[in-house]
């Protein structure tokens, strides 16, 4: 799709294989994700226009296009199983929760499966908007009043999606709709880890939304821990 054909020569992949068992006939892989070079800076975001969300920060909100952590490590990075073995495990019941609170998205990168449910709230006393952008599912457009109830909505098929809002300009997020069970998003330590994995052939992937994306195949026997450190080259 068109946001993980950006810069794919921008990632480099170390893949250590390890010998002890993720469990009987399962096999895990586990990572950290870092960047070299110079990343972009945090931008201070004007809230002027909207003096009501400018007066809840004693400091400036700064955006979250590239969000780092101590010895290099990045976050928000999407880590999924893109190819391989079929995954036949349900689509889980329990919906994803995406909250608007504080003039923000509390979530910046929302990963779930296609046909789950996301539960869209807005906890703050005046109204926002939901413009999620999808070119391959249906883009729709929603106002949510302050003290209405959330409302749910799920996607058929796997895409990438930016998230804005209509009212509040510098509100950004994705919703990240995958085909695979097999997934995670990095936190602030730039960890991963893809666990309960069958034996055989998977593509592993990792995408950024400012740095792209980067596959790499990797080959997982009965019980296996594979080690694969992802190094995005930053630029600012």
Known sequence: MRLERLCMAALSVLCIAVTTGAGPGRGIISGKVTYTGTPAKPEPINMSKQ??????YSKPLMTEKVVTGPGNTLQNVVVYISDGASDFSPVPATPVSFDQQNCR?????????VGQDVNISNSDPWSHNIHPMAQINREWNKMQPAATPPFSY???????????CNIHAWMHAYFVVLGTSHFAVTGGDGEFALPDLPRGKYTIT???ETYGTKSQEITIADGQSIKVDFVFQAKP
């Open 51 to 56: 003096p009501e969300c400018a007066k809840l």
């Open 105 to 113: 998205y509390t979530t910046h990168v929302l990963a779930f499966r």
């Open 154 to 164: 799920s996607y058929d098929k796997q895409e990438f999606i930016t998230v804005k």
């Open 206 to 208: 990792a995408w950024h």
